[in-house]
């Protein structure tokens, strides 16, 4: 959620921080700050809001700026004290001698806080972090060695941290620790980098150490050494990124979130490409590490997920119960952690997030692990937390999403669950061979019909003008459609800050019918295939009865959904297996097309971040 960045070389430090904070802007944020090493001097700069205002402070001050040589950074998503320039990171101590920022909790703050008020600290913001400053301040007085005062400051910490500190005694080192919080160090020549996440140093490195827990990382111009949690050094792994910088361009498009959604027809090609070569032929996805006995006899399968990858879950339910047979439960991750697990060594444990470092969804995998089940994580980030924790791994390979509202990540998702219900199915044995052909055909085909849908969207924009101005929506849908109705009702929720319910159309005449007037339009998510389609018709009938404005989202243009509905968005005919990841894109451009015309700030709405990384 927070977003860090440290930078040693010969670069303008100022522009390698101001850039790279501005790649994890979409991550979401309230303020920011840079801390520089000034000709061993530590001179800190916070501004409340956007990063522009952070660049016109040190604009303003540049002047008083001699020649930093190394520098941390830091966006800010509160938690402990409000969004504003005293909370903001980086902290220090009494003395200024040093400046560290963190992303994460520290749950024993209030303690640690009274202990250090009691040593004479003095305390300028109400952040959790600044906890750590003075710790760390305390231990260097010890030692003068940062990276030992860090470590013993860390041994008294419980909660989750990734932390980077600066010291004006040690200018030529930053020093970095991370604990259930990413933290990744960029190699360059003649220069570092540390960083929470990826955007932030891809411009300039792809050449990456991932840090694990308790590991301290020291960084200076020519060397980077990282330690274990008892100060020996070890020997990590270099890894190269797999994304290329123009992932964090926009190409044209106004919003990332709208060049997002029309990536979508490439991604479901990445996703399916490699894994499906003919519809005669197995679906192939050796990261499945399960023996084909294992997979044989699986007789129950847990997804577990937050948000729009719940959503993704859903879907994976339906298909794979529909598949294969085997129970599938899904549960919010949030609300699996704190309740008597009855996962085990018989069941597959599915874990599904676009960013891999939902602190949520890593507690309720680790939960799960310990009781034994294979765990398989669906991820757009195989670089994350999450992923480390996997047996099995499916990366979902949609590319960086930035956009804080998930779209094509979405969309691999669902493909993901597709190839993985497919291959089961082909496992067990059952589900007939032509059904099955005829999925991969249509899956094979998707890519087409979303190019075509994405190819005319007047139809979606003009329904949003006329639209935006209602207060209150109801989505529904039934069976296979249900997540899309979610889905799409989340969506509209998040950047238009619109009420938006989804919820099951058979549901309607329970309760929420009695909120219907003109008021409140219902959009409808209509597939034909099965009998849900005509049992949502019948729903709709009663919806118009009590006036509400109805919207309907189908592949199926006649006069009887003309005269039923107000207005109606066509989407291309499709097998109804695999509708969803047709149906939630006229849903995503919807929302955006409303939040645009409403104003709205797409890209990253208010109170939301990329990656929750609290609980
Ligand atoms: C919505 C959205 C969120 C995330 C949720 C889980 O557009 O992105 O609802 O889906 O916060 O995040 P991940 O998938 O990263 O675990």
Not at 366 to 376: D, E, F, N, R
Request: proline share 4%; aromatic share 6%.
């Amino acid at each position: 959620m927070c977003g860090i960045v440290g930078y040693i070389g010969d670069r303008d430090v100022v522009e390698v921080l101001l850039s790279g904070l501005g790649n994890l802007e979409y991550r979401g944020y309230d303020s920011a700050g840079v801390a520089l090493n000034d000709e061993n001097q530590i001179k800190i700069f916070k501004s409340l809001g956007k990063l522009k205002v952070l660049r016109e402070n040190l604009e303003a001050h540049k002047s008083e700026l001699k020649a930093p040589k190394s520098g941390i950074g830091h966006t800010r998503w509160a938690t402990h004290g409000t969004p504003t320039t005293n909370n903001a990171h980086p902290h220090t101590c009494n003395c200024g001698s040093l400046a560290l920022v963190h992303n994460g909790i520290v749950e024993n703050y209030k303690e640690l806080k009274e202990e250090l008020i009691q040593k004479g600290c003095i305390f300028k913001s109400q952040t959790d972090t600044e906890v750590v400053a003075h710790l760390v301040a305390h231990e260097f007085a010890k030692t003068h060695k940062l990276e030992d005062a860090l470590r013993n400051a860390t041994k008294k910490l419980t909660g989750a941290y990734a932390l980077c500190v600066m010291h004006k005694d040690e200018p030529d080192k930053i020093v970095g620790v991370r604990k259930n919080a990413p933290m990744i160090i960029g190699l360059g020549d003649g220069e570092n980098f540390i960083s929470s996440d990826v955007p932030a140093i891809i411009e300039y490195t792809k050449k990456t150490i991932y840090i694990d827990d308790d590991e301290i990382a020291v960084i200076t111009k020519n060397s980077v050494k990282i330690y274990d949690k008892d100060g020996r050094e070890i020997q990590k792994k270099v890894e190269m990124l797999p994304w290329e910088p123009v992932a964090l361009s926009k190409l044209g498009y106004k919003h990332f979130m709208l060049k997002e959604i029309y990536e979508q027809s490439d991604v479901v090609r990445n996703v399916i490409n490699g894994k499906i070569f003919d519809i005669n032929e197995p679906v192939r996805l050796p990261e499945v590490n399960l023996t084909q006995e294992n997979l044989k006899t699986l007789s129950r399968v847990k997804i577990i997920a937050c948000g729009t990858s719940l959503h993704a879950a859903m879907v994976g339910k339906y298909i794979i119960e529909d598949f294969t047979g085997i129970p599938v439960d899904i549960e919010a991750s949030s609300e699996y952690i704190y309740r008597k697990s009855n996962t085990d060594a018989s069941t597959l444990v599915i874990g599904v997030s676009q960013s891999g470092e939902t602190t949520d969804t890593i507690t309720a995998i680790k939960q799960a692990k310990s009781t034994g089940s294979h765990i398989l994580i669906i991820t757009n980030r195989p670089d994350s937390n999450m992923a480390r924790l996997a047996d099995s791994l499916l990366s979902v390979n949609a590319g960086i999403e930035v956009s804080v509202a998930a779209t094509k990540s979405y969309t691999a998702q669902l493909v993901s669950f597709y190839l993985l219900a497919l291959h089961l199915a082909e496992i067990k044995g059952s589900m007939e061979k032509s059904k099955i052909e005829s999925i991969k055909h249509d899956l094979i085909i998707l890519p087409s019909k979303i190019e075509a849908l994405l190819s005319d969207t007047k139809t979606i924009k003009d329904c949003a003008k006329k639209y935006s101005g209602y207060k209150n929506f109801i989505y529904i849908a039934r069976g296979i459609n249900l997540a899309t109705a979610y889905e799409g009702a989340l969506k509209l929720k998040e950047i238009s800050y619109i009420n938006a319910t989804g919820y099951p159309a058979g549901e309607l005449k329970h309760g929420p019918i009695a909120m219907l007037d003109e008021t409140m339009p219902v959009l409808a998510v209509l597939m034909p295939g099965s009998i849900v389609y005509e049992k949502i018709f019948s729903n709709c009938e009663e919806a118009k009865a009590r006036n509400a404005k109805l919207i309907a989202l189908t592949s199926e243009d006649t006069p009887a959904i003309r005269s039923l509905f107000d207005d109606v968005l066509i989407v291309p005919k499709v097998h109804e297996f695999l509708s969803p990841i047709l149906t939630c894109i006229p849903l995503q451009l919807l929302a955006y097309y409303i939040a645009e015309f409403l104003g709205k700030d797409v890209d990253q709405p208010r109170n939301l971040a990329k990656s929750v990384t609290v609980e």
